[in-house]
């Protein structure tokens, strides 16, 4: 029996509630393809058939068509803000999911969420803080700190996100919050130097750019690419560049001060670690993980779960690296284990694999390398500078790629099990499935 026609009303209202979806996912963070493959899922598990979608970077399109015989019905949102909540997208994915089982209505699904999109954040204000703060000290403690750096890499983090969260209430662009960070981090490097305490400053530095290092993005923009979606690509690689560029700007304007005052913040190579040091960088991978994933609300019992995708992670790139295997190479294997564990534990625990891919990866991103690079550019080598930074960069890429491809492969084996399963969201999810077992795949226009 063929499915009954809905009526003109319903079809905005299936519209409206996949455009709803769509639009809480993106401003939390998710990846064009899923975002697609979530707008196509609710669409057509409300009654709307030839569903299309298209995404670009700060707006949604759905169109659809109530029965054979009706033109088609579209609907058009813009994405005004963006803020990653790893709560929210997780509280979208099961809406959905519930949604796409049968278990829910469109009337209760559109309920829950309005709910989600006027809940509050799980933790309070400084409780994220104390995290972000947290998350630098386990940075500099990963590096080799000792007890004064690690305590103010902790103090320079509560600066720099106090003074982000104060000057972005006043509507100020990322682009100078970013700068802004890196000239206290910098700043408080340069104050260590002037106490002449005989600490390595360098890493209060590094742990500083950390917290505001892009690699979420940079992660969004590489799936995006990878997925056909280039226009949105393009958009997250700029915005890529946008942001760190102002993480330059910041610590290389509180670098030359630093020179001109005779302060010089000097480069550290990290020594090479021994097996006697795994075992707290084990614990500081973790720390950095957990603290990343309650900076950016992530449910309580996805919290022990990214600090163990975090360890992992760590765990491979320095197994790998006492065996001589190149930087890139073992970010990028370490990268694959965080996708394929990640994939595995998002499917148990019904959130989106973002929450733990994005948490895995932070230990590994090139803070350090990003800060020697900039100093090199400061003190006149201009090769060498490019070249630390073009290193940075080759490791984000080997992070983004071989966490995308981790995901890939876990998604095939699991469907090689369950091959009835399907998944609405997700970092890898590029397919909307049919209710006949079809599926369809929306590659993004270029624009003309």
């Known amino acids: 029996m063929p499915p009954q026609p809905l009526a003109p009303q319903d079809a905005h209202r299936a519209v409206d509630l996949a455009l709803r979806a769509g639009e809480l996912l993106l401003s939390a963070g998710a990846s064009a393809a899923e975002v697609t493959a979530t707008c196509t899922v609710v669409a057509r598990s409300c009654g709307l058939r030839r569903v299309e979608c298209d995404i670009t970077f700060t707006s949604i399109t759905v169109s659809g068509h109530a029965d054979q015989e009706a033109g088609p019905v579209s609907g058009l949102r813009l994405v005004q803000q963006r803020e990653l909540d790893y709560s929210r997208a997780t509280a979208v994915h099961n809406v959905v999911g519930d949604l796409a089982a049968g278990r829910v209505t469109p009337a209760e699904a559109d309920r829950r969420l309005e709910s989600v999109s006027t809940s509050r954040q799980p933790y309070r204000r400084w409780v994220v803080t104390g995290a972000r703060a947290l998350l630098a000290a386990a940075v500099a403690v990963l590096l080799g700190a000792g007890p004064v ?203 989106p694999a973002l929450v733990y891919v994005a948490a895995g990866i932070i230990p590994l991103l090139p803070g350090l390398t990003i800060y020697r690079g900039l100093r090199r550019l400061t003190e006149g080598d201009t090769l060498g500078g490019i070249t630390m930074l073009g290193t940075a960069i080759t490791v984000g890429l080997a992070l983004a790629a071989g966490a995308l491809l981790g995901e890939y492969v876990a998604q095939a084996l699991r469907r090689t099990r369950l091959p009835g399963e399907r998944r609405l969201t997700g970092l890898v999810q590029a397919r909307a499935v049919r209710p006949g077992g079809r599926s369809e795949r929306r590659r993004q226009a270029s624009p003309s």
């Open 149 to 351: 750096v690690t305590a103010a890499a902790f103090g320079a983090t509560v600066l720099v996100d106090l003074a982000i969260d104060r000057l972005g209430r006043r509507g100020l662009p990322t682009f100078f919050l970013n700068a802004v960070g890196g000239l206290i981090a910098t700043s408080v490097a340069l104050a260590l130097v002037a106490a002449d305490i005989g600490v390595r400053p360098s890493l209060v530095v590094a742990g500083g750019i950390v917290l505001l290092l892009p690699g979420v993005t940079l992660v969004g923009a590489v799936h995006d690419a990878i997925t056909g979606f280039y226009v949105t690509a393009s958009a997250r690689a700029f915005e890529t560049f946008l942001l760190t560029a102002g993480i330059i700007s910041g610590v290389a304007v509180g670098l030359s001060i630093g020179v001109r005052l005779g302060l010089p913040v000097a480069m550290w190579d990290p020594p090479s670690s021994s097996l006697a040091d795994v075992p707290l960088q084990l614990a500081a991978a973790a720390a950095i993980s957990a603290s990343f994933a309650v900076s950016n609300h992530a449910p309580r019992r996805t919290l022990a779960p990214a600090a163990a995708a975090g360890a992992l992670g760590w765990a491979v790139f320095t197994g790998l690296d006492q065996a001589r295997l190149s930087v890139t190479l073992a970010t990028a294997a370490a990268a694959v284990a965080i996708g394929l564990g990640s994939f595995a534990l998002a499917a148990r625990q019904r959130v």
